[in-house]
């Protein structure tokens, strides 16, 4: 009996086993605000995520100050390296407004090896009449920076230069009544802010339209139900 017993530990030595360090710790989700927003925005959707066993990327950066082509690539780079830090299996996106711009424009020139799925919210894909009409007012220039200029709706405008991208995109499109501050400027129905139409993309998997303000989306629970669900599934639980 002794001699099986040291037969069978020698034996196991011999087996490969993963460490701890050798084991995915789950999938991971890099979460990106809207302009003149910060991480806190997002915070709601951290607290789900990470309820449901995701790594979560939720930081702040400097969107009303910097171009986004100028603190692009190393805030992504930052936040890719974190999630490979901890081993995530996939890495996905979750973004509000000009964070759906920010994930396309850096997958123009990159790619994810293990990249998962993209719920956008509320993305200017198209661009926003808001951006026209406002784009030469003093005001709107000195508080809402470069970026905010780049977000019109001519065929020149960074959204619209962009090209399709690879990776699986979830689009949630509010509509509401309840932020009228732009509503005479914008055609059909929007959100205050972007027209439902222009939030589309060719290449998305599916397409939610909700009633909900741009500006608080992000925190709506049947919106962040929906964002756990696509993540999960692929589509939105309709």
């Not at 508080?143 to 960074?158: K, R, V």
Request: hydrophobic share 40%.
């Amino acid at each position: 009996m002794k001699r099986k017993t040291v037969f069978v530990a020698a034996l196991l030595l011999l087996i490969p086993t993963l460490t701890p360090a050798d084991q995915n710790e789950g999938d991971c989700a890099i979460l990106l605000h809207g302009m003149g927003r910060t991480a806190m925005s997002m915070s709601l959707i951290e607290d789900a995520l990470i309820a449901q066993g995701y790594t979560v990327w939720n930081e702040s950066y400097p969107s009303l100050s910097q171009s986004l082509e100028a603190f692009t690539a190393p805030m992504m780079e930052s936040a890719i390296t974190y999630c490979r830090d901890k081993r995530a299996a996939s890495i996905h996106f979750v973004t509000h407004s000009l964070g759906g711009i920010i994930v396309r424009y850096y997958l123009q020139d990159h790619q994810i090896d293990n990249l998962g799925r993209i719920v956008m919210l509320a993305p200017p894909n198209k661009g926003s009449e808001v951006a026209d009409g406002m784009k030469d007012d003093f005001f709107y220039q000195t508080i809402m920076g470069p970026n905010a200029q780049m977000l019109g709706t001519d065929e020149h405008s960074l959204p619209n230069r962009l090209k399709p991208i690879a990776g699986e995109i979830g689009i949630i499109a509010g509509e509401s009544d309840g932020e009228p501050w732009f509503l005479p400027e914008i055609p059909g129905a929007d959100d205050g802010k972007v027209a439902v139409e222009r939030t589309k993309l060719p290449e998305m998997r599916d397409f939610l339209r909700v009633k909900s303000g741009h500006t608080f989306i992000m925190r709506d629970d049947a919106v962040i139900s929906q964002i756990v669900y696509f993540l999960e599934n692929g589509h939105f639980d309709d």
